[in-house]
């Protein structure tokens, strides 16, 4: 059935590393917490984490993040090293201050987690409780952090959970452009590659002018269009960053950062002495833009964080390295570019899941993927149905790929993983171009393997740290 896509500026979302599931949801989650008891006369706060969020938050920082969203902190605003300060306050004098709410007594140390815990809904769940002074509760909400940022709670659908949008080094209105009040209806729903490609041919739009139409409905175009563009300069301004930090990643499995490195010695070398120069920068951009979210730095969900070094990589090599880009067309192929990847990431989110507690690293990695395929498909000019391939390729070819990252940190393997995941984009932008779009499997089919896969794959290899590399990589 024909949907209402999830859009763009939802799937690209700016926010604060290193998850999005397990950092950026959760604050989101505190924040909409907080604002529900404000000026209740909240005495105490409880907060549960369970499965994935209590078995790997540790080390995606969600016990920070949580408290910070309480604080008022919002990840497309907050400055990192504020909320490192507040929250080394709060480890100083055990107090919590609730965004325009009531001071209470609290230390990290009292979240209680259960990791062993699965709630029905989501694997990654929390519950919030706001107490008076008799004990009573004043607020007891569930929330599901469900993948690339994106929330809900108990008593809300998940199609209409959202993921706010903004950036604290532009302003949220060019960013996101100013929302037209709007109901439920676009001029090409879909949720399906199927129907993606019958409004193309339908309406002889390319994908990207498909998703334009539908993005119209609630925003004029060049609010369109400046928002893209701004979203683009938070992941440039994310590779600026990283590139100039050298040293090691947090977390204690001292992982040495190294975009830094890798980025002086390629401005020294001569381009031309070898024909894979180009795949070594898709390197370091993918590898820095993850660096950067291991940091918790800045970074554009893309569609999740710890994939989010994927786009930006593969719109790197479009920029660079496609000649017929010519500099008066780049912003124009930007804004292509992410539109196509954003409608191709809508269908995962619709038919399957961005979430790697959810099915496994395929829905994360292979996602971005198939999303960054599809838009340098579109923006070397191919078909709807040569785009469609694109995507179509890299998801299979990230089939099965399990979530296991070491230590519960998103470093190892998912840093290298983003490098490796770009340069398989590009390959399968270029198979699906050398092709005339007819194929054997459809993006549809292969989106409904990758569910599956998820839903049969063992919990163990699902953002757990309970299995592959986790377990087979001893932390010294
Ligand atoms: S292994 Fe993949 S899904 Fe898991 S944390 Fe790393 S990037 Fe995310």
Redesign the pocket.
Known sequence: MADVPVSVFDLFSVGVGP?SSHTVGPMRAGAEFASLVAGLPVRSIAVDLYGSLASTGQGHGTLGAVVAGLMGSHPESVDPDQMSAALDALERDGLLRLDAGATVPFRLTDIVLHPLTMLPRHPNAMRLRARDEAGADLADETYYSIGGGFITRDGIADADAGADVADADVAAADVAGAAIPVDDTVPFPFSSGAELLAACAASGLPISGVALANESVTRDERAIRSGLLCIHQVMESCVDRSVRRAGCLPGGLDVRRRAATWHEQLTREDPDHDPLFAMEWVNLVAMAVNEENATGGRVVTAP?N??AGIIPAVLYYALTYVPAITPTERDDAVVRFLLTAGAIGSIYKERASIS?AEV??QG??GSAASMAAAGLAEVLGGTPEQVENAAEIAMEHNLGLT???IGGL?QI??IE?NAIAANKAINAARMALRGDGVHHVSLDQVVETMRQTGADMSTKYK?TAMGGLAVNVPLC
């Open positions: 998850s999740t710890g994939a790697g496994g690293c994360e990695v979530c296991d990252p998103v393997p998912c993983r953002e």
